[in-house]
């Protein structure tokens, strides 16, 4: 509130430079100034406001005391501790950097397998359609030599081939006993 | 039955008998021949007495082949074949092998064939380099021919490593490019950078930078060697060479691409750069002034 006295006493004094006109604008702009600072709602603990009356607190914390006092050496110098921030900033984004190397390398790696792999398998496609082709040849025709084996064997299982055989056997039989007979007298 | 059946001498002596022709015989008899010469190879082999196993797989190579099956035929000649390397005939090896690949085309059958061939050639690469390169490039001439290419990517690296080995570096790069084409044709577009890339490594380690710019201007023209990871790599490499800057080609040469390549051209690569590099930059400017100078007259 002081400043604005101040400032009051400022823009009536006269300054090189400034036109008759804006001199008399100058107090009115001041009183504005002014106005407008006391429209500004000051917290008094008083739970009403609530959120806003907290924002406002901040605010009326924050004082534009950038004066000549403060604006010496010793306001813009590196402290300890953020010449230590800075330091440790660096020190993790070299590190993420090397880890980050590191992976593009094993992304590397990986790339050139996956597309090695590719078209290995591009070349095996063809041969694996020949395979299939010709397991397809093979099944059929084993069906084929099935069916033809099956009906052979039924042919030879059947009575009437049966039954030559038996009195074929008979007739042997027959003879061989005879035969024997007739040796052994 | 049964000790003429272990007795490989004596297996050998009846099937002799039995092909050699003579009063009594007018036809020999290949059929029992080959059979009897296929106990006597097995038996032979397993008493690991390999000069007379070697000779009775090729009598019955023969026996197959007079009876017209020349997928046995071919089969036992490999078997021979590789019996003599174990002897250590490289002449004989290489014969087998090329008989063996002729069988297997007479079977039509073009893989087996090269394979066949491949396999001599890796069996004579060290003790007759010349043999082996010529058994590779008719390998990969049989495959070529049948629209095979893909099955020849091993061929060709394999025998671009040994032109190397022979420092024949302009044959070896020629090989990388041929594998370069190959891999166009059957759409392999990994391949196909990585033997450019290859290739213009090799020429560079002949010190030939005239033509590994060629092969490079060349290899731009293809798109997909254009925008694809050794490109750039290849780009930065050539670069580095015409500014003559040894520190900037070691690090171009130890990229990341580069270690995917095949292990030779790795090798080369780590070596890069060989000889002067003044001299490069000689030759670099002198060219460009010349075609400067034409072009301001006209």
Redesign the interface.
């Known amino acids: 509130m002081e400043d604005v006295v101040k400032l009051q006493k400022l823009s009536v004094k006269k300054m090189k430079g400034v036109s008759a006109e804006d001199m008399a604008l100058r107090p009115d702009l001041v009183a504005a100034l002014h106005h407008r600072i006391q429209s500004i709602p000051v917290p008094d603990g008083g739970s009403g406001e609530g959120g806003t009356a907290g924002q406002n607190g901040a605010r009326t914390g924050i004082q534009f005391d950038s004066s000549a006092e403060t604006l010496d050496e010793g306001y813009f110098q590196t402290s300890e501790e953020s010449e230590a921030f800075r330091r440790e900033y660096e020190m993790r984004r070299i590190k993420q950097d090397e880890g980050l190397d590191f992976i593009s390398?094993g992304l590397?790696?990986l790339k050139?397998l996956a597309?090695?792999m590719?078209?290995e398998l591009?070349?095996q496609v063809p041969l694996m359609d020949e395979i299939d082709r010709k397991v397809d040849k093979a099944n059929s025709e084993l069906r084929k030599t099935n069916v033809r084996l099956k009906e052979t064997v039924n042919q030879f299982r059947s009575t009437r081939n049966f039954t030559v055989d038996i009195i074929l056997i008979c007739v042997i039989l027959g003879i061989g006993a005879y035969l024997y007979n007739v040796l052994s007298q | 039955m049964s000790s003429s059946s272990s007795d490989p001498e004596k297996l050998m002596a009846k099937a002799d008998k039995l092909t050699k022709l003579s009063f009594t015989r007018w036809n020999a008899d290949w059929k029992s021949a080959t059979a009897l010469y296929e106990q006597a190879a097995i038996a032979y082999k397993f008493r690991k007495d390999n000069v007379k196993a070697k000779d009775a797989f090729e009598k019955a190579s023969k026996g197959q082949e007079m009876i017209s099956s020349p997928w046995d035929a071919a089969k036992h000649m490999e078997s021979a074949a590789a019996l003599a390397k174990e002897l250590g005939l490289w002449n004989e090896v290489s014969d087998f092998y090329r008989r063996a690949s002729e069988f297997y085309r007479e079977c039509g059958r073009s893989q087996p064939a090269s394979d066949a061939l491949a396999k001599g050639a890796s069996a004579l690469e060290d003790k007759a380099p010349e043999e082996a390169i010529k058994l590779y490039d008719d390998a990969c001439v049989l495959l070529e021919d049948d629209g095979k290419e893909?099955?020849a990517f091993d061929l060709y690296r394999a025998a671009a490593s040994l032109y190397v080995k022979l420092e024949k570096y302009s044959d070896a790069a020629a090989f990388h490019l041929r594998l370069g084409s190959a891999a166009d044709k059957?759409?392999?577009v990994?391949?196909q950078c990585k033997a450019y890339l290859s290739a213009i490594i090799i020429y560079l380690y002949a010190h030939d930078f005239q033509q590994a710019q060629k092969c490079y201007n060349d290899c731009s023209e293809v798109q997909g060697f254009l925008n694809s990871e050794q490109n750039r790599c290849a780009m930065k490499l050539l670069a580095a060479y015409e500014e003559g800057d040894a520190e900037e080609i070691k690090r171009a040469a130890q990229s990341?691409?580069i270690n995917?390549l095949d292990h030779v051209v790795i090798r080369l690569a780590r070596k890069l750069p060989t000889g002067d590099l003044q001299a490069i930059k000689k030759v670099l400017p002198g060219g460009d002034g010349d075609d400067l100078d034409e072009d301001d007259l006209t």
């Open positions: 390398e590397d790696t050139n597309e090695d590719s078209e591009d070349r | 893909q099955m059957s759409n392999a990994n391949s990341s691409t995917h």
